[in-house]
């Protein structure tokens, strides 16, 4: 980890929003604080890191960032602990994970330290816009886009970098009906689906519409190859328990190293549950589905939290799982989870990153 101390400049808002703000109508990234952080790379370095009102930027149209989607971004949640204090929920994980995104996308890296103190400092000046409602918590959104005005297809030689933030609730709000997804892909190996590149969304709009038009809420992207294999769910990674087992495809060029997942499995070892990644068929599911073998099954992601699946499609049958209420694992996984993220039990990971 290279070591940067933060110099920034802040210029707060004469107006807060925060009052006229109804935090029990909070539809997710529909609500931004006050201020946002921003940075510019030029001459081979980070500088000019500010924390501004939230508003426009100035950008010329020919910024390639638009052009050839040099653009990636980072999702990760600050809580309010039990105690009033704040923390910031495996900041270093992110940071990392940016970094990697950003060779990925032949983009400049940001010191881990510079990437942690510009979030914790956002935070910081928005801290009374954390939620503290049970599942509520403020979602952050770091992005890094192109912004040489030069049509020429190389990498630029600027960007920005902006911090973005929202009070959010759930993101789901009932147990989802997913189908295996097996006419689009969302990723194929030597591609950049491990990166948290911004037209790998651009890829899934199109695929997701159709889903949610046919009645799913989501779907299970599957191998580029064949679509015999379950790789992700929507914008969160996929888990399933079988026979007493917790099994999650393994992290490849297709998958997104999710902080969540990395999480659910550290918290599933702690509870003595043994953990498979590796490759997960759909038959298999579609076997544990009809034998009872199948007892859970969920996405995990920081907007999807732990998101239970009621039911699974594959080939137009649908396959109907336990009732979501029922399930040992994944409920006592999310209670643990919350517990330790909102301050309620001791953080033995060294999880939260106080602010
Ligand atoms: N997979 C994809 C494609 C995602 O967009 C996300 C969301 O960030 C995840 C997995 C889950 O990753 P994390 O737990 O780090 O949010
Ligand atoms: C996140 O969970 O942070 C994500 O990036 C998902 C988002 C695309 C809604």
């Known amino acids: 980890m290279i070591t940067e101390t933060l110099d920034l400049k802040i210029t707060r808002t004469a107006h807060s929003r925060l009052a006229e703000t109804d935090f029990n109508q909070l539809q997710f990234g529909h609500t931004f604080t006050d201020h946002m952080l921003v940075a510019d790379y030029a001459d081979g370095e980070w500088k ?6 939230y508003g426009e930027l100035s950008l010329l149209p020919s910024i390639s960032a638009l052009h050839y989607g040099q653009a990636f971004f980072e999702g990760l949640k600050a809580y309010k602990q039990q105690d009033g204090s704040v923390s910031v929920f495996r900041p270093d994980k992110n940071a990392a994970r940016f970094n990697k995104s950003a060779q990925r996308l032949s983009m400049p890296e940001m010191p881990e330290d510079l990437f942690i103190q510009s979030v914790a400092a956002l935070v910081d000046v928005e801290r009374d816009w954390i939620p503290t409602a049970d599942n509520h918590s403020l979602y952050i959104r770091p992005v890094m886009f192109a912004t040489d005005p030069y049509l020429g297809v190389v990498a630029s030689k600027t960007y920005k970098f902006v911090v973005l933030t929202c009070p959010v609730g759930p993101y789901f709000t009932k147990p989802l009906r997913v189908k295996f997804e097996t006419q689009y ?6 591609g950049f689906g491990y990166a948290k590149a911004a037209g790998n969304y651009a890829g899934a709009m199109l695929p997701t519409r159709k889903a949610i038009e046919e009645g799913f809420d989501q779907m299970i992207w599957t191998d580029a190859k064949e679509h015999l294999y379950a790789e992700e769910m929507g914008a969160a990674n996929v888990m399933f328990m ?26 599933a070892h702690d509870m003595g549950i043994p953990v498979e990644e590796r490759r997960v068929a759909i038959s ?28 699974i499609n594959y080939q137009g049958e649908d396959y109907k799982l336990s009732d979501p209420a029922t399930r040992e694992f994944s409920n006592k996984l ?12 001791s953080d033995t990971h060294g999880w939260n990153y106080k602010v």
């Open 48 to 53: 000019n890191f500010q924390i501004l009102p």
């Open 185 to 190: 892909t969302r990723a194929a190996e030597g």
């Open 334 to 345: 999310f209670q643990t989870l919350n517990d330790i993220r909102y301050g309620r039990v």
């Open 284 to 311: 298999e599911l579609v076997e544990g589905a009809k034998s009872g073998k199948l007892t859970d099954a969920f996405g995990a992601g920081t907007a999807a939290t732990i998101a239970p699946i009621g039911t």
């Open 242 to 267: 079988i026979d007493g087992k917790l099994i999650t495809p393994s992290t490849r060029d297709t998958i997104l190293d999710g902080v969540t997942r990395d999480t659910v499995l550290a918290l």
